[in-house]
């Protein structure tokens, strides 16, 4: 799946695009027993209604309407930041965008400075009214160190206490150039603190924006080149964090976003690979698609065409197709988790590189044939495994020394997320159903 080297980018409201709990395909293959190639002695019995096909395994529980949580804005306000201070540039566009939104939207928020020792100290308790004066100026930009790492720690915490008190629902807003600057620390103290609050809070959105920027020190004939300055949202729930993109973060003209919890794959199109022109399986009814509680069911249906000629011609092969949001390092190295009603099945899928398609890849499901006059169900859940994911295109231009308009380290804070989150999540989830006559 190399190949499949699109950028997702950042979308909301409905799509194609897999659910947070990935994409689900259901699909029902027909084994017909034959006799020398002739024509079968019998059909199998009556498939299942698809719900009770379903049931054994359960679907995902739909999400519920979140009420519009408390924000917590933290603002770096290290001198660092006062660059981006320049007239008719992004950072204060944006930040004017995100409090009006925040305002109009119901959310209410407080504001907090990141700086020294004052990060945990809001610039007013007041919501609202006072605050965007003070954040759009200059002034506001006054600190000599950046505790970011502090502020992350924060974060977490944050979490933990909104759970266990029984709070309201809380999120958080960071924004900053995400360099790192404090007494006995580094950006690997970043990276940790960022890990750490990926570990508790898995419902993070990462905005990046690029744009204008004027350092206090600079050579008068050289322009300065443009920075990046980041967002980064931490949500109580999957639904909030939903109901705050769709009405403040989606429309702050973000350039790129990393969203560890969204699955890395994009599966567009699943259909059986067959053999030259009498392939083993055929289609056999129209794709339908099934609710599954907040996911989508695909349901598809395929029949035998052939007896299988040995173990291995009898694999159901499946050709899959679709996009990544961010590289997988190796096919091998997926992760597969087989199982059938009452426990773990003995078999395990091979995926490979499609040989004639780059970009598709073939799915071999070696599933046992039923017994006669049975049917059989699989489940079968795929995710990308430990180091097998690669940082998105995007975040590997950032990265770099901040003199040339990048950001340190920038792909070590990604790749913590994608740790912490990603490589667990779900790309490929198949409920297959295998029967057979007698």
């Given at each position: 799946m190399?190949?499949?080297?699109?950028e997702?980018?950042?979308?909301?409201?409905?799509?194609?695009y897999?659910?947070?709990?990935?994409?689900?395909?259901?699909m029902?293959a027909?084994?017909?027993?034959?006799?020398?190639?002739?024509?079968c002695?019998?059909s199998?019995?009556?498939?299942?209604?698809?719900?009770?096909?379903?049931?054994?395994?359960?679907?995902?529980?739909?999400?519920?309407?979140?009420?519009?949580p408390?924000?917590?804005?933290?603002?770096?306000?290290?001198?660092?930041?006062r660059?981006?201070?320049?007239?008719?540039g992004?950072?204060?566009?944006?930040?004017?965008?995100?409090?009006?939104?925040?305002?109009?939207?119901?959310?209410?928020?407080?504001?907090?400075?990141?700086?020294?020792?004052?990060?945990?100290?809001?610039?007013?308790?007041?919501?609202?009214?006072g605050?965007?004066?003070?954040?759009?100026?200059?002034?506001?930009?006054?600190?000599?160190?950046?505790?970011?790492?502090?502020?992350?720690?924060?974060l977490?915490?944050?979490?933990?206490?909104s759970?266990?008190?029984?709070?309201?629902?809380?999120?958080?807003?960071?924004?900053s150039?995400?360099?790192?600057?404090?007494?006995?620390?580094?950006q690997?103290?970043?990276?940790?603190?960022?890990?750490?609050?990926?570990e508790?809070a898995?419902?993070?959105?990462?905005?990046?924006?690029?744009?204008?920027?004027?350092?206090?020190?600079?050579a008068?004939?050289?322009?300065?080149?443009?920075?990046?300055?980041?967002?980064?949202?931490?949500?109580?729930?999957?639904?909030?964090?939903?109901?705050?993109?769709?009405?403040?973060?989606?429309?702050?003209g973000?350039?790129?976003?990393?969203?560890?919890?969204?699955?890395?794959?994009?599966?567009?199109?699943?259909?059986?690979?067959?053999?030259?022109?009498?392939?083993?399986?055929?289609?056999?009814?129209?794709?339908?698609?099934?609710?599954?509680?907040?996911?989508?069911?695909?349901?598809a249906?395929?029949?035998?065409?052939?007896?299988?000629?040995?173990?291995?011609?009898?694999?159901?092969?499946?050709?899959?197709?679709?996009?990544?949001?961010?590289?997988?390092?190796?096919?091998?190295?997926?992760?597969?988790?087989?199982?059938?009603?009452?426990?773990?099945?003995a078999?395990?899928?091979?995926?490979?590189?499609?040989?004639?398609?780059p970009?598709?890849v073939?799915?071999?499901?070696?599933?046992?044939?039923?017994?006669?006059?049975?049917?059989?169900?699989?489940?079968?859940?795929?995710?990308?495994?430990?180091?097998?994911?690669?940082?998105?295109?995007?975040?590997?231009?950032?990265?770099?020394?901040?003199?040339?308009?990048?950001?340190?380290?920038?792909?070590?804070?990604?790749?913590?997320?994608?740790?912490?989150?990603?490589?667990?999540?779900?790309?490929?989830?198949?409920?297959?159903?295998?029967?057979?006559?007698?």
């Amino acid at each position: 799946m190399a190949a499949l080297t699109r950028e997702a980018g950042y979308r909301t409201g409905p799509s194609f695009y897999l659910t947070r709990r990935g994409w689900c395909l259901f699909m029902t293959a027909l084994l017909l027993e034959q006799a020398s190639g002739t024509a079968c002695s019998r059909s199998p019995p009556a498939m299942p209604a698809p719900a009770e096909l379903l049931r054994p395994f359960g679907c995902a529980e739909a999400l519920a309407a979140a009420a519009r949580p408390q924000v917590d804005l933290y603002l770096d306000a290290s001198v660092s930041m006062r660059g981006f201070m320049v007239p008719q540039g992004d950072y204060p566009r944006m930040l004017e965008d995100l409090l009006g939104r925040l305002a109009g939207g119901g959310f209410p928020y407080r504001v907090h400075a990141v700086c020294e020792d004052a990060c945990a100290h809001p610039v007013e308790t007041a919501t609202g009214e006072g605050e965007a004066v003070r954040v759009l100026t200059p002034a506001f930009y006054h600190g000599q160190r950046t505790p970011l790492a502090q502020a992350l720690v924060r974060l977490a915490s944050d979490r933990v206490a909104s759970r266990s008190n029984d709070q309201p629902a809380r999120a958080s807003i960071l924004i900053s150039d995400m360099e790192q600057s404090d007494t006995h620390t580094d950006q690997r103290t970043l990276v940790d603190a960022l890990r750490r609050l990926a570990e508790r809070a898995p419902h993070l959105l990462l905005l990046s924006f690029q744009t204008r920027f004027q350092p206090l020190r600079h050579a008068r004939d050289q322009a300065p080149p443009p920075r990046r300055f980041y967002l980064l949202a931490v949500a109580p729930s999957a639904a909030a964090l939903a109901e705050l993109q769709q009405r403040v973060l989606r429309h702050l003209g973000a350039g790129h976003s990393f969203q560890p919890a969204l699955t890395p794959v994009i599966v567009k199109d699943v259909r059986p690979q067959g053999d030259g022109a009498d392939p083993l399986w055929g289609a056999f009814r129209k794709p339908q698609e099934l609710p599954c509680g907040k996911d989508t069911v695909h349901f598809a249906s395929f029949l035998e065409r052939h007896p299988p000629r040995d173990a291995a011609d009898g694999s159901l092969k499946l050709r899959l197709t679709g996009d990544l949001r961010v590289p997988l390092q190796a096919l091998g190295d997926l992760r597969y988790e087989v199982r059938r009603p009452g426990g773990a099945a003995a078999f395990t899928p091979v995926a490979q590189q499609h040989p004639k398609e780059p970009g598709s890849v073939v799915l071999f499901v070696p599933a046992p044939r039923p017994a006669a006059n049975s049917w059989d169900a699989y489940r079968i859940r795929v995710r990308a495994g430990g180091g097998n994911l690669d940082v998105p295109d995007w975040v590997k231009e950032a990265t770099g020394p901040i003199e040339r308009g990048k950001t340190p380290h920038l792909d070590h804070l990604v790749r913590a997320m994608q740790q912490a989150i990603t490589e667990d999540v779900v790309f490929l989830d198949l409920l297959l159903a295998f029967g057979r006559g007698e």
